[in-house]
């Protein structure tokens, strides 16, 4: 694909009025990306990006995804950590099979079944091969600027990130060529579908989020990172200008009076029986993540 970063800061009106927009390379990644400091410019090249990218001769969606850091890979979660074995992969991906039956089991709601119901699993803190995008900046804006802070046994609270920059990252994802029974969306390199049109409105949390999980279309224990879906990167400051209200945690996170999955979810049995998968599987304590919570505050 053409180098849309490139493209988009040699527009003559961007150029003149925007003088100090131009692509750069992160020494630590060699990663390319374009710095914006106005939220303005930000939404126009997303806006810019995502047109491109929908011409007859491309055709994919541009989803969001925004981190605190800028790390080498794109690799969803039940595939990050060091000296990982492929046995162990395959280990992490059987064990979250035997999960998804389970939770089932705890609770027989239509919601917790299928592969929708195991990739929604990781906005409330299972490891999954799936990676979550966000088909929202503001939402992406959010997870670039806040970080999640261990507290106590799968106690989280929300703190404003300690580093000077965030990132936000646009990935695409292929057009349907191919649509299953869940409503999961094929394509030759990637698989994908989008949580607001396929899973239920009980649980908030991904509505809310705007959410989008997408993999790999043949995923394995080599073949899982999506950083070749990356088409560009934005770095900013973690204030912008033309900034407006930052999105709360209490939103990002709805409390359990507002999501019955989470309400449900925190039943202690849930957690017990991803412990026991693990055990049963030979992992480690919390290899597969835990369903956690996050401390409220009144002004969070």
Not at 11 to 20: F, G, I, T, V
Not at 92 to 106: N, S, T, W
Not at 227 to 244: F, G
Request: glycine residues 4%.
């Amino acid at each position: 694909m053409e180098d849309l970063i490139q493209k988009f800061c040699n527009k003559n009106y961007l150029k003149q009025k925007h003088p100090s927009l131009k692509p750069d390379v992160n020494p630590k990644t060699k990663r390319k990306f374009v710095f914006i400091d106005d939220l303005m410019i930000i939404i126009r090249f997303l806006g810019f990006v995502k047109f491109e990218c929908n011409r007859p001769n491309a055709r994919n969606h541009v989803f969001v995804r925004g981190q605190t850091d800028d790390f080498n890979n794109m690799i969803p979660s039940i595939f990050r950590g060091d000296n990982l074995t492929g046995e162990r992969i395959r280990k992490r991906l059987e064990a979250y099979k035997k999960v998804k039956c389970e939770i089932y089991q705890i609770k027989p709601a239509a919601r917790f079944k299928g592969e929708i119901g195991g990739a929604s699993l990781q906005h409330y803190g299972l490891k999954t091969p799936w990676l979550d995008l966000v088909d929202n900046i503001f939402i992406g804006l959010w997870f670039a600027r806040n970080e999640m802070n261990f507290i106590k046994e799968n106690i989280y609270e929300i703190k404003k990130s300690k580093n000077e920059f965030g990132w936000i990252y646009l990935l695409r994802a292929e057009y349907e060529n191919k649509v299953n029974s869940e409503g999961i969306c094929i394509g030759a390199n990637t698989q994908w579908c989008d949580l607001r049109y396929h899973h239920r409105d009980l649980s908030l949390r991904p509505h809310f989020q705007h959410g989008i999980f997408i993999s790999k279309s043949n995923y394995s224990d080599i073949n899982y990172d999506l950083n070749n879906e990356i088409i560009a990167t934005i770095k900013l400051p973690l204030k912008l200008k033309n900034d407006i209200e930052d999105v709360k945690s209490k939103h990002i996170f709805p409390s359990k009076r507002y999501d019955n999955t989470y309400k449900y979810l925190t039943n202690p049995k849930v957690n017990a029986m991803i412990a026991k998968v693990e055990n049963d599987f030979q992992l480690n304590n919390k290899e597969l993540g835990r369903i956690f919570t996050i401390k409220e505050k009144n002004d969070s």
